[in-house]
């Protein structure tokens, strides 16, 4: 009789195959939307507190566990409709082993051993080991995966793992503060003495400005500045102090020379009344704050009605006679006095004069920090040249807010350029003191009253003629380290390590770029920065931010990879499936009620011992062995003795078929 077919294995199967599909295009969503989410943070579910990364990682493994099981449902319901058109068929004799094999094949591994099933069946073999190979033993292309994750199911365990951590820089850009300067303000000049009655004198720069300018000067180049965040930059656009050097005119060169040469060859020494000759100096530097017509010389200041009028800048002059510091004895400079002529005074040393003027300036500098590692670019377009603030007047009882510049007027008000000018001021003065003195030299010794040489302008090729003379004290021209510099093995030059790194730069540009680094690094002064609540405080600036962030990341090729072999497998065997519930004409279950059914007309070729009955584990041999059919054909036509079979060790039965009848 023909049973009609009952649709709930092939609804089972395609419901089962459609919702593995359905839930991993919901993985690969849920994965999507994590691409660029930070993994800090974390959350309560059911009254537990769980990280973000926990949390989505158990909501992955949870796909794929679903997306796993749902397959293995729909192969596994097509697979049995296989094996049961397999085991049914008409001209079908199986061993008892062979039939367990065939309906274990899933779940037992060792099911692969038994060869003789396998090769009645090729195409459930080929199902199995697809089984095994997507589900538990397929090792994932090792291009695409960890040797690790290649140890694993890919379809279980490859579509978790396509999430993963990554660190990703990203840029963010806001308004903050940042280092910044505050010249509408007293903080650069050292306490002044205030006086109700008259104006508050200028008494030099405080000690931070001094500080940070020797640091810098001595560095060569702008100190370590405290940027808002490690990996940061903006731009700051500011109007600051600068100084531009230049050399004087050939009639002011001539004016110092004489100078220099009255000093040198017809004065003495008050001290010990010896011609100063006899210690010339090489390096002089001083400083001046014009008046008009007014030209201060080296030694002596020299009214001028047809020079230049000086009097709204300030700044510092430095002369440079470098064949001064070569004498080699005290009579040598002296005996040069009957050398000199109205056109040069110094007779044949030859000299060099530098100005140095203060000027205001517009700056345009970029702060860039990466890694620990400071870049400042500096741009700076020199404006009009300035005169040094002596003096401002102070608050009074009916001017509480009064800072002015003399003269006052009726009515004291606050200035911002007094507070301005006294910051440059306090700037140039703390340059300055590092530059004035001199260097001169009685043919054994050199005598220096200046601080220049502990600066990186003493590496620059004007004043390289001061290393002539090392040896301040010695009794002869040469030091201990200068003659182990000649000695031609390693060891000397170990000894005397006279290597020095120079400076490219003329003396002039070079103080130029200084005077612009010392600026900046007022920068990395806590001390110096701005009052926030003041309203002359600078506004915030546009920093951008470089943060590395952990974050999370998808690779879709391989989830995608991982779930359409499996897909491809599952369609495969579903599609095999379904032929064989239509080449059967009925669905079938591994339920005991359709095996025990399906029992009801098997034919066994042996007669089962009572003590076998109760099903127990392991399987009798002789079971085993036994063939059976479920077709209710006798077993024993496959060995052409119909209703009569050797069961072994000499025991036989006739027809066992209807002795088991009437058992039952």
């Known amino acids: 009789m023909t049973k009609k077919v009952n649709w709930l294995a092939p609804t089972s199967t395609a419901a089962g195959f459609f919702g593995g599909i359905s839930l991993a295009f919901c993985h690969h969503l849920y994965y999507t939307s994590l691409v660029g989410a930070s993994v800090e943070g974390d959350r309560s579910v059911a009254g537990y507190r769980f990280s973000n990364q926990q949390f989505n990682s158990a909501i992955g493994t949870a796909f794929s566990f679903a997306v796993r099981a749902l397959l293995m449902f729909s192969i596994s319901t097509a697979y049995i409709q296989i094996v049961w058109q397999a085991v049914k068929h008409i001209h079908s004799v199986n061993k008892l082993e062979e039939i367990d094999a065939l309906f274990s094949a899933f779940s037992n591994i060792l099911a692969l051993r038994m060869v003789s099933v396998w090769k009645k069946y090729p195409l459930l073999l080929m199902i199995v080991l697809f089984w095994w190979w997507v589900t538990h033993l397929y090792p994932y292309h090792k291009k695409l995966l960890t040797p690790s994750e290649r140890l694993f199911p890919i379809a279980f ?4 793992a396509t999430l993963f951590l990554m660190v990703t820089a990203k840029n963010l850009t806001s308004l903050q503060y940042v280092p910044n300067f505050d010249f509408t303000s007293l903080r650069y000049v050292a306490d002044m003495q205030y006086f109700s009655d008259g104006p508050s004198l200028y008494n030099g720069p405080n000690e931070e400005v001094q500080g940070v300018t020797a640091a810098a000067a001595a560095r060569g180049s702008i100190l370590p500045i405290t940027p808002p965040a490690a990996n940061s930059s903006w731009e700051l656009e500011f109007y600051g102090p600068s100084i531009r050097c230049s050399q004087v005119e050939d009639w002011l060169k001539i004016e110092f020379e004489q100078d220099i040469a009255t000093w040198l060859w017809n004065r003495t020494d008050p001290a010990s009344d010896e011609p100063n000759c006899e210690k010339p100096q090489g390096y002089i530097a001083w400083e001046y704050n014009s008046e008009p017509h007014w030209v201060p010389g080296p030694y002596e200041g020299n009214h001028f009605d047809n020079s230049p009028d000086y009097s709204l800048s300030s700044g510092f002059y430095i002369a ?19 050398d000199t002529s109205p056109s040069q005074p110094l007779a044949n040393f030859n000299s060099t004069f530098l100005r140095c003027q203060l000027h205001n300036a517009s700056y345009h500098t970029e702060f860039r920090y990466q890694s620990g590692t400071q870049s400042i670019a500096v741009d700076v377009e020199p404006l009009e040249s300035l005169n040094t603030t002596w003096g401002v007047f102070g608050p009074s009882e009916s001017a509480p807010y009064c800072l002015q510049l003399p003269p006052a007027g009726d ?42 040489m502990s600066t990186a302008l003493s590496k620059t090729p004007d004043l390289n003629f001061v290393y ?3 040896c301040n004290g010695c009794e002869t021209s040469e030091s201990l380290q200068l003659v182990f510099q000649h000695v031609n093995a390693s060891s000397g030059y170990v000894l005397s390590d006279t290597h020095e790194t120079g400076i490219n730069q003329s003396l002039q540009d070079a103080m130029e770029q200084m005077f612009h680094n010392i600026t900046i690094s007022l920068l990395s002064s806590q001390l110096l920065q701005p009052n926030l609540t003041s309203k002359f405080a600078p506004p915030k600036v546009n920093v951008s931010t470089t943060v590395y962030v952990v974050e999370y990341n998808y690779s879709a090729r391989q989830l995608w990879v991982a779930y359409g072999i499996a897909v491809a497998v599952s369609i495969m065997v579903i599609s095999v499936g379904l032929f064989a519930i239509r080449s059967n004409g009925a669905s079938y279950t591994n339920d005991f009620s359709s095996i025990y059914r399906v029992a ?10 009572p003590k076998d009955t109760d099903g127990a584990y392991p399987l009798a041999k002789y079971l085993a062995k036994a063939h059976l059919s479920l077709a209710g054909m006798n077993p024993s036509q496959e060995d052409g003795r119909q209703g009569y079979l050797s069961v072994g060790k000499g025991y036989s039965s006739p027809n066992v078929h209807c002795e088991m009848a009437e058992e039952l």
């Open 157 to 160: 365990v490859v579509p978790p």
């Open 320 to 338: 440079l006679v470098p064949r001064l510091l070569d004498t080699k004895n005290s009579s040598e400079a002296c005996a040069r006095s009957v």
């Open 411 to 452: 009515t004291c008000v606050f200035e911002a350029s007094a507070a301005q000018g006294l910051s440059y001021t306090a700037i140039l003065d703390a340059f300055r003191r590092l530059v004035i003195g001199s260097i001169a030299t009685d043919g054994s010794q050199l005598t220096t009253s200046t601080s220049i």
């Open 468 to 470: 002539s003379d090392r």
């Open 600 to 609: 009801h007309q098997a034919v066994l070729g042996v007669a089962m011992q």
